[in-house]
Every structure is written in structure tokens, then in C-alpha cells.
């Protein structure tokens, strides 16, 4: 049997924006890939049908666009609890993460150029087991960010004295 979730903390209103100029950024790029693939092969004597490729990944990713970013904004979450931090996220796959604050190893938090114009930053766990980062929220206020990353830190300390 497994303990319910504990009330978990949102992310803020400005990472929706955040999720939102993401997926932006991927029609962009994906449309542009598209559009290079359409070429190639209408040089290679492909008559008409190669540029409904690139409209039909734009069009399809602008449908997920609408969709996509509001969920994922929905689903993601956090607690700190008394002995570990649980983290919640996924729209297609949900996942519950719990990391024990005795194998935090040190605390992150960075911020992109789109980050920074919205006064959002990402927090970043890492643990001695991983490689990279074992857990991660995006769209924290710099603030909140920077705060949690100071109790995870304080209870890290805490641990090993």
C-alpha cells in the first residue's frame, strides 16, 4: 500500500508562459526542420505534396500547443516534507519522485534567458547515485527557488553533523 500524496505546492502563474514560449519555440524549430526536409526533396523531383510536410507538423504542434502547456502546467508540483522532497509531473506519463534529503548531494537552481525575463528559475537535485540531476522543477520563482534550495541545503547539513 502506498502513503497518499501530501498537498503539493503549484508552480506559478509565469510558468505557464514559460511552458507556452517553449512549445512556441518548438514549432519554430520543428517547422523549420520540416521545411528544410520539403526542400530537399522537391529538389530531389518531388513534385508538390513535400511542402504540406512542414504545414502539417506546424499545424499539428500548434494543436498541441493549445493543449499541452496548460496540462503540463497542471500536473506539475512539489513538497518538501520532513525527510524527503516529493516532486509530480507528466501529462502523458505521470511521475511522483520522492528524494530523501539524506542523498542530496547539492541543490541548483539556473536560469535561462526566457527564465530570467520572467522572473522564474529551475531547481536542480542531485543525488550521489546519479549522473545528472535526480529531480527537477521548472518555473519556481527566483525566489521560491532560491529558498527551498536553502532548506535543502540546511537539511543536507543537518544530516551529516
Not at 12 to 18: D, E, I, M, S, V
Not at 107 to 135: C, K, N, Y
Amino acid at each position: 500500500m502506498t502513503a497518499p500524496l501530501p498537498t503539493l505546492e503549484r508552480l506559478p502563474r509565469g510558468a505557464l508562459t514559460l511552458f507556452r514560449i517553449r512549445a512556441l519555440l518548438r514549432i519554430g524549430v520543428y517547422g523549420a526542420v520540416a521545411f528544410g526536409v520539403a526542400l530537399m526533396l522537391s529538389f530531389s523531383g518531388v513534385e508538390h505534396w513535400p511542402f504540406l510536410l512542414p504545414c502539417a507538423v506546424v499545424l499539428g504542434l500548434s494543436v498541441l500547443t493549445a493543449w499541452y502547456p496548460q496540462r503540463a502546467h497542471e500536473r506539475w508540483g512539489w513538497a518538501l516534507r520532513e525527510h524527503d522532497l516529493v516532486i509530480s509531473h507528466g501529462v502523458l506519463m505521470h511521475q511522483v519522485v520522492s528524494i530523501p534529503a539524506g542523498r542530496i548531494q547539492h541543490v541548483d537552481v539556473h536560469q535561462g534567458p526566457i527564465e530570467r525575463s520572467l522572473g522564474l528559475a529551475r531547481l536542480q537535485i542531485f543525488t550521489a547515485a546519479g549522473s545528472g540531476a535526480d529531480g527537477e522543477i521548472p518555473g519556481l520563482a527566483r525566489e521560491t527557488a532560491e529558498a527551498l534550495r536553502e532548506k535543502l541545503v540546511r537539511r543536507e547539513a543537518d544530516d551529516v553533523v
